[in-house]
């Protein structure tokens, strides 16, 4: 039997679970970017050299590699590529292609919100500065301003007063791949917000996962998360809720079947999904999940891709109360050391991946590409986790000189 080829769009750090998935099923591993020194590289079976947002490079690649599936896992600029690939050669898909254009940029799935019912802030997209600034009169403060097409809180800014409203706006566009920006409503969450991964199979949510998204104040950009917990902090009837409106989103655009990574949040009473994408999200969460629930959505969505068969996926709760916390330096530098003091917290750190050795430079943490490693910490009850939780620095200590 000829062995599947797949192609997984991107090089970095969070593709290895992935890569290591897929050769379990025996599958030829196809690694593709611009930059030949990523990680991912080196554990693939051949690496292509084409930019992820090419679509046409990609499908030319594609056609002469003779791929069986595609997938953009945690590398959200490579989404609508993959989609366009799958439909152009026919091969497994998330869903329609204009439904994945819909679900990856933020103002076209802000209007398609609003069209179909849906919790939605008020929100705008823009293609030029000068368009943006000349509506300033139309926003609310505080606003949220952020490229419509970048992921890991690259260029979102948070907007309290007219006069900070420029220098947010040519930062979000520096960001932005397509060259657009949205403006939206700041929707001061009720508890925390949620970004975890869950599981479509033929149009139907099997696995459904909501977090508690924590951020670090003092970090370069305190709008990028560092670290999440589960159980979320959601009531079960918020989560139910979540729940329905997210199966009716996907059947409304007929999405088929892939891992999604998405974005929900409580505020002014009322539950909203902010965004929902046909790939695994940052930051392992997809890979810390099969300690909490057992669920491997790593190997069905890599099935998926090449058209195996999916099983395992089925709604299960959470042994325990986990923790993910997402190592960072809050200054640019060279790395000394990682301290932690196990002793200050009612946890057991069950892994600890750290991605640097001392004398690498290191970034400032403005994106959740200066992340330098994670911990995963499992806690007995919730309000240990909470206590470790809501201090995080007390225990956990990023040296850099």
Not at 23 to 30: A, D, E, L, P, S
Not at 62 to 80: H, N, R, T, W, Y
Not at 85 to 92: D, K, S
Request: hydrophobic share 40%; charged share 25%; glycine share 8%.
């Amino acid at each position: 039997m000829k062995q599947k080829k797949l192609m997984l769009l991107g090089g970095l750090r969070y593709l290895l679970p992935v890569i290591e998935a897929a050769h379990k099923q025996g599958y030829h591993v196809i690694t593709a970017d611009y930059i030949p020194s990523n990680i991912a590289h080196k554990y693939s079976d051949e690496f292509c050299n084409v930019s992820v947002v090419d679509k046409k490079a990609v499908l030319a690649a594609a056609k002469q590699l003779e791929i069986d599936g595609i997938m953009s896992f945690a590398v959200d600029p490579g989404v609508v590529t993959a989609s366009y690939v799958q439909e152009q050669l026919g091969l497994p898909a998330f869903g329609p292609f204009e439904s994945v254009c819909i679900l990856q940029n933020k103002d076209k799935f802000r209007e398609f919100l609003t069209a179909n019912g849906f919790n939605v802030p008020w929100a705008k997209g823009f293609g030029s500065l000068e368009d943006a600034l000349a509506e300033r009169y139309w926003y609310s403060w505080p606003c949220i301003v952020k490229p419509t097409d970048s992921a890991g809180s690259k260029g979102v800014t948070r907007v309290d007063k007219p006069e900070e409203l420029e220098p947010a706006l040519r930062h979000a566009f520096e960001c932005s791949i397509s060259g657009r920006v949205i403006v939206e409503e700041f929707l001061e969450k009720e508890g925390c917000s949620s970004d975890t991964d869950s599981f479509l199979q033929d149009g139907q949510l099997k696995f459904v996962s909501y977090s508690a998204q924590r951020f670090d104040m003092n970090a370069a950009n305190p709008y990028t998360p560092s670290a999440y917990s589960w159980p979320s902090t959601f009531t079960v009837e918020q989560e139910a809720y979540l729940t329905s409106e997210l199966q009716r989103l996907f059947t409304l655009l007929k999405m088929n079947t892939s891992v999604f990574n998405i974005e929900t949040r409580i505020a002014n009473g009322k539950p909203y999904i902010m965004e929902a994408s046909p790939r695994g999200g940052g930051n392992r969460l997809a890979d810390v999940l099969r300690y909490v629930t057992g669920i491997d959505m790593i190997t069905a969505c890599v099935r998926a891709a090449v058209g195996d068969t999916v099983e395992g996926i089925e709604q299960k709760s959470y042994d325990g109360h986990w923790a993910e916390v997402i190592l960072h330096a809050n200054n640019d530098g060279e790395f000394v050391g990682l301290e932690t003091k196990e002793d200050l917290v009612q946890g057991e750190v069950i892994e600890r991946d750290l991605w640097v050795a001392e004398g690498d430079k290191v970034e400032a943490f403005s994106g959740a590409n200066n992340a330098i490693g994670t911990l995963v910490v499992r806690f007995d009850n919730a309000d240990d986790l909470d206590a470790a939780m809501a201090d995080i620095n007390k225990w956990v200590k990023v040296i850099v000189k």
